[in-house]
């Protein structure tokens, strides 16, 4: 979305510092930059690096490349994909070091806590891809912006309260809520798996599920298997329950034998390991798992640091 560059204070109310950034430098190439804070574009502004006179457009995480960059990258990184043993991004590994110069880029990415060697590796390997990339033309840029302007809708799903409150946009009566039910093919409200025994209000979206009984009141249903519900506010996504109750609540894959209740802003869901038993973890709706990635939360066995490990090893060992 294009616009023009917003105060500090603005930047900070829209929280900014959270999305990727397109800029334009003083000769008007495009350049990114992943999550920002507004005293690094004020830096780079001093550095003329950034031009303010210029629109900037923030990312919505959505983009398209051509087919020949496409297979020029799959060969550039087959070895990569062939290992699967490292963590790579288009942001950090992709964008910025081919729309950045040297000097900004390891700068940014050392602030993050990269190593300058690692950083000018990076930087070195995209400078050589986007020299021998073969262009038909190499005066056009080779990153650019698609402006989808400011009346667009714009849902993001990138943390576990925006998920939660962009996706209960769908049982609202608004212009919005229309627009996102057509989206994702619901512009009309059925309920699959309907019976007398089970009370289903006009906001919820019930679909692929078979539940016995039970009430659902302003919520979203999507292939649940169970007994008896008391639902209300809450999201439930590939579940297989019993008797369950719960309010304002995100529940996904999970595999409940007994009755189960789940208090208010409670987010909790099942991993699969080569276990008997399904591993639960749990977190709640306004918790940051960014800030908890080292922490045992909720009565958790493990940290989401600990469960990315034993992720890995549980992948080798199916291999």
């Given at each position: 979305?294009?616009?023009?560059?917003p105060?500090?204070?603005?930047?900070?109310?829209e929280?900014?510092?959270?999305?990727?950034?397109?800029a334009?430098?003083?000769?008007?190439?495009?350049?990114?930059?992943?999550?920002?804070?507004?005293?690094?574009?004020?830096?780079?502004?001093?550095k003329?690096?950034?031009?303010?006179?210029?629109?900037?457009?923030?990312?919505?995480?959505?983009?398209?490349?051509?087919?020949?960059?496409?297979?020029a990258?799959?060969?550039?990184?087959?070895?990569?994909?062939?290992?699967?043993?490292?963590?790579?991004n288009?942001?950090?590994?992709?964008?910025?070091?081919?729309?950045?110069?040297?000097?900004t880029?390891?700068?940014?990415?050392?602030?993050?806590?990269?190593?300058?060697?690692h950083?000018?590796?990076?930087?070195?390997r995209?400078?050589?891809?986007?020299?021998?990339?073969p262009?038909?033309?190499?005066?056009?840029?080779?990153?650019?912006?698609?402006?989808?302007?400011?009346d667009?809708?714009?849902?993001?799903?990138?943390?576990?309260?925006?998920?939660?409150?962009?996706?209960?946009?769908?049982?609202?009566?608004?212009?919005?809520?229309?627009?996102?039910?057509?989206?994702?093919?619901?512009?009309?409200?059925?309920n699959?798996?309907?019976?007398?025994q089970?009370?289903?209000?006009?906001?919820?979206?019930?679909?692929?599920?078979?539940?016995?009984?039970?009430?659902?009141?302003?919520?979203?249903?999507?292939?649940?298997?169970?007994?008896?519900?008391?639902f209300?506010?809450?999201?439930?996504?590939?579940?297989?329950?019993?008797?369950?109750?719960?309010?304002?609540s995100?529940?996904?894959?999970l595999?409940?034998?007994?009755?189960?209740?789940?208090?208010?802003?409670?987010?909790?869901?099942?991993?699969?390991?080569?276990?008997?038993?399904?591993?639960?973890?749990?977190?709640?709706?306004?918790?940051?798992?960014?800030?908890?990635?080292?922490?045992?939360?909720?009565?958790?066995?493990?940290?989401?640091?600990?469960?990315?490990?034993?992720?890995?090893?549980?992948?080798?060992?199916?291999?």
């Amino acid at each position: 979305m294009s616009r023009q560059l917003p105060s500090k204070k603005k930047w900070s109310s829209e929280g900014l510092d959270k999305y990727g950034l397109f800029a334009a430098d003083t000769n008007g190439e495009c350049c990114y930059l992943e999550k920002a804070s507004y005293s690094t574009v004020e830096k780079l502004i001093e550095k003329q690096k950034i031009d303010p006179q210029k629109n900037i457009a923030i990312s919505i995480g959505s983009f398209s490349i051509t087919t020949e960059m496409t297979e020029a990258l799959l060969k550039e990184f087959s070895q990569e994909l062939a290992d699967k043993i490292e963590i790579m991004n288009v942001e950090h590994s992709l964008w910025m070091p081919l729309s950045l110069d040297i000097e900004t880029y390891c700068g940014l990415m050392i602030a993050m806590g990269w190593s300058r060697e690692h950083s000018e590796n990076v930087y070195n390997r995209m400078a050589t891809f986007k020299d021998k990339y073969p262009r038909k033309d190499k005066n056009k840029p080779l990153i650019g912006v698609s402006d989808i302007g400011s009346d667009g809708y714009w849902w993001d799903y990138g943390t576990i309260k925006n998920y939660y409150n962009n996706i209960f946009k769908l049982t609202k009566s608004t212009d919005e809520a229309f627009a996102m039910r057509s989206f994702f093919c619901l512009s009309q409200r059925e309920n699959h798996g309907e019976n007398p025994q089970l009370q289903i209000d006009n906001k919820s979206i019930v679909l692929g599920s078979t539940i016995k009984s039970g009430t659902i009141k302003n919520s979203i249903i999507i292939d649940v298997e169970a007994d008896d519900v008391q639902f209300e506010d809450t999201l439930s996504i590939s579940c297989d329950l019993k008797n369950a109750a719960a309010q304002k609540s995100l529940l996904y894959n999970l595999e409940e034998k007994n009755d189960s209740y789940f208090t208010p802003s409670t987010v909790c869901a099942n991993l699969f390991f080569n276990w008997e038993e399904p591993l639960k973890i749990s977190t709640r709706l306004e918790r940051d798992g960014k800030n908890d990635w080292n922490l045992k939360v909720e009565n958790n066995r493990y940290s989401y640091e600990e469960l990315e490990k034993l992720n890995e090893i549980n992948s080798k060992k199916e291999k």
